[in-house]
């Protein structure tokens, strides 16, 4: 049986959680919440109340990107001095922990940056070469859902749902 | 806009945002003023080439001749040249400093005008990176300054507070940068939208398949903020940093454990005034006057008002620890600085940067343009004084006898800091042509919360007093706001 994305563009938030919630209320049979996807041109506050908490690993990125720079600047520091003695210490150590530091601190915040990027990237699902099912209305004023994994059978039930929320537009794309 | 229609917004205009503008015109409005700027625009380009070109000339001439034309000499071996850069540093400060403070707080209010600040950052910090380069005489070493692996096993020295700016400002510049793009990201996906030609395949590769569903949003949302907290920290940190170069110097004037908390006050207080004066611009080149309003901008003044009376707190600190102070010395160039050659600059330091902040008091100075434009600009010309300030009579009263002498910049120095201001105006004024320098999406959000706030605050006194249909329900809040 032929898998189907539905894509329906709506003109305001409430009427795109209304469909949201028909599919909580099991309107569609066989079609959960975990399959709905909203495109929208803001972030709203309460899109993640009414899909349910989905949550992100970007805070467990910035942590690994920081440890490693704060581990790494140190010892790299540390290494390049205890091979380098013959620089003036001027009564100094050879390894100064407190100039170090500093410097350790620095590698921390870039490495957390870094990592966090990559973390977004990843998490987002950016830079992907299967095009998204999308619309620029959506970067205008319009709200998207986007239904997955919809069969010839629920594509008629997801349609008649979306026509009962006053859909402006729908879009399918067929899959296998 | 005429400017009938300009002083009619003056006027009426007391919200910081009008939260009945249509998404769709957001859009509109954005994507116009990056095709068709005022004839402004192209004066302030033609002058910033203009400056820059003769810094260009300057370093040249210098390059082949040596550091004798830009007057330096063994005792003062900085002066404008570090001035500046301290200056450009300080400038960096507000711009994503203030945006992540402010974007942690909530105060929606930045959100017309952080796009901008935020690329000040990035360019006032690309400009600063120019000056130690220059200073070093020996341009085509800088990247000595870099640790990284020779065969001979030569490292720089990690004690120094030079090398610790190279890391901080290196760290600042990449973080500032990531932080402005990746807040940018969603409005380049709607540029990508509407865009032809070679804008299209760039603003295509750099939103990277950006299409608005709510993992991206959610993602987006939890690094943005995860990157303003990394940045809060980072910021102060580089200004302290910088303030090492003088305060961990065995120098009178410079050796002062104060120097890190006013480095950070002053630099918070130049960009702020900067941010008035770009804001000013960008209302009038691009035809802002629905976003970049009247209460967005007074309120940045009271905080610039604020910054100024901190910065002025530290200063007289300073003054008064060094003329209670036991170290002659230091007193000595306290002193040299109100009575002596330079007592011009120093009190001209006084007036812009300490006395002239109590006229954002006034209502009048507020809302008019062309003043508080002018009045941010002599902020400036404080501040860099104030640099200026701390480098040169520190070098000209050292410790030494034979140091003491009085300098003035020679053409060079003058040719290089004046085309400062031309390579940043540059490259900022590319910027504001090239991507949208008002946060399209973050307006939307603005307006919309604004509206939904609107219609609570009627639904719940409808319900109160007469029980009648609250206005949401009578469909009149349109979440889409268009």
Redesign the interface.
């Known amino acids: 049986m032929a898998e189907h994305r539905i894509f329906g563009l709506f003109?305001?938030?409430?009427q795109a959680f209304e469909v949201v919630a028909d599919i909580r209320r099991y309107e569609v049979p066989g079609v959960t919440v975990d399959d709905v996807?909203?495109?929208?041109?803001?972030?709203?506050p309460e899109?993640?109340d009414v899909?349910g908490e989905?949550p992100?690993d970007?805070?467990k990125w910035?942590f690994g990107g920081?440890l490693f720079g704060l581990v790494f600047g140190f010892f790299?520091?540390a290494g390049?001095?205890a091979?380098?003695t013959v620089?003036p210490q001027?009564g100094?150590p050879v390894i100064?922990v407190p100039?170090?530091l500093?410097?350790a601190?620095?590698?921390l915040?870039?490495f957390?940056?870094?990592a966090?990027?990559v973390?977004?990237?990843v998490?987002?699902?950016?830079?992907?070469k299967r095009g998204?099912?999308?619309d620029?209305a959506?970067?205008?004023?319009?709200?998207?859902i986007?239904i997955e994994k919809v069969d010839d059978i629920q594509r008629e039930q997801v349609r008649a749902l979306f026509a009962k929320h006053r859909v402006i537009d729908v879009f399918e794309e067929t899959g296998t | 806009m005429s400017d009938t229609a300009t002083k009619h917004l003056t006027e009426v205009q007391t919200k910081d945002i009008d939260e009945n503008i249509?998404?769709?015109k957001i859009?509109e409005d954005v994507l116009r003023s990056m095709e068709n700027p005022r004839r402004g625009y192209w004066i302030a380009m033609a002058i910033s080439v203009a400056l820059f070109s003769i810094m260009i000339y300057a370093e040249v001439y210098q390059y082949i001749v040596g550091m004798g034309p830009a007057a330096l000499n063994t005792s003062h071996m900085w002066d404008l040249y570090i001035s500046t850069f301290v200056f450009w540093i300080g400038m960096s400060h507000s711009g994503t400093l203030l945006s992540a403070i402010l974007h942690l707080v909530h105060a929606d209010w930045r959100k017309p005008i952080y796009r901008f600040a935020e690329a000040m950052t990035t360019f006032s910090l690309m400009t600063a990176g120019i000056f130690p380069v220059i200073h070093l005489g020996r341009v085509w070493n800088f990247y000595w300054v870099m640790?990284y692996m020779t065969d001979r096993?030569?490292?720089p020295?990690?004690?120094s507070p030079l090398?610790?700016d190279a890391?901080?400002i290196?760290?600042y510049l990449?973080?500032s940068v990531?932080?402005l793009y990746?807040g940018m990201i969603?409005d380049l996906?709607?540029c990508r939208?509407?865009a032809k030609g070679w804008r299209k395949k760039l603003y295509t590769w750099l939103s990277?398949?950006?299409?608005?569903?709510?993992?991206?949003?959610?993602?987006?949302?939890?690094?943005y903020l995860?990157?303003a907290c990394?940045?809060i920290?980072?910021a102060v940190?580089v200004h302290s940093?910088v303030s090492m170069d003088f305060a961990m110097a065995i120098m009178p004037g410079w050796h002062v454990t104060t120097f890190p908390p006013y480095f950070v006050a002053g630099a918070l207080y130049s960009g702020c005034a900067a941010i008035i004066t770009l804001f000013i611009l960008l209302r009038y080149f691009f035809k802002f006057e629905e976003y970049m309003t009247f209460p967005i901008l007074d309120k940045v003044c009271k905080l610039t008002f604020v910054i100024s009376m901190v910065w002025t707190y530290l200063n007289l600190v300073e003054f008064a620890s060094v003329w209670y102070g036991h170290d002659i010395p230091s007193k000595e160039v306290l002193l040299a600085k109100a009575y002596g050659p330079y007592a011009p600059f120093f009190w001209g330091m006084i007036f812009c940067g300490m006395i002239l902040p109590f006229s954002l008091l006034s209502n009048w100075v507020r809302r008019n343009m062309k003043v508080l434009f002018v009045v941010s600009v002599l902020l400036n010309v404080g501040m860099w004084l104030e640099r200026w300030m701390i480098v040169t009579p520190t070098l000209s009263l050292s410790y030494h006898p034979w140091g003491w002498n009085v300098m003035w910049p020679g053409w060079v120095e003058w040719a290089m800091v004046g085309g400062s201001f031309g390579w940043f105006g540059m490259l900022f004024l590319i910027f504001v042509k090239v991507f949208p320098c008002v946060s399209m999406?973050?307006v939307?959000?603005m307006v919309?919360h604004r509206k939904r706030t609107v219609y609570e605050d009627v639904d719940e006194m409808m319900v109160l007093h007469s029980g009648t249909p609250s206005a949401a329900d009578a469909g009149a809040a349109?979440?889409?706001?268009?």
């Open positions: 003109a305001d938030f409430d996807r909203i495109k929208s041109p803001i972030e709203h899109i993640e899909l989905r992100t970007i805070p910035a920081g790299f520091l390049a001095q091979n380098f620089q001027g100094k100064t100039s170090n500093v410097l601190y620095e590698m915040i870039l957390a940056v870094l966090t990027l973390g977004f990237i998490g987002a699902r950016l830079m992907r998204p099912f999308y620029k959506v970067s205008l004023d319009q709200i998207g986007v | 249509a998404w769709a859009n640790p096993g030569i490292w020295n990690f004690r090398i610790w890391f901080a290196t760290t990449t973080s990531l932080f990746i969603p996906a709607i939208d509407h990277l398949g950006w299409h608005g569903d709510d993992r991206q949003w959610r993602n987006f949302r939890i690094t995860v990157i990394l940045l920290p980072l940190s940093i999406y973050e939307k959000e919309f349109k979440p889409g706001g268009s």
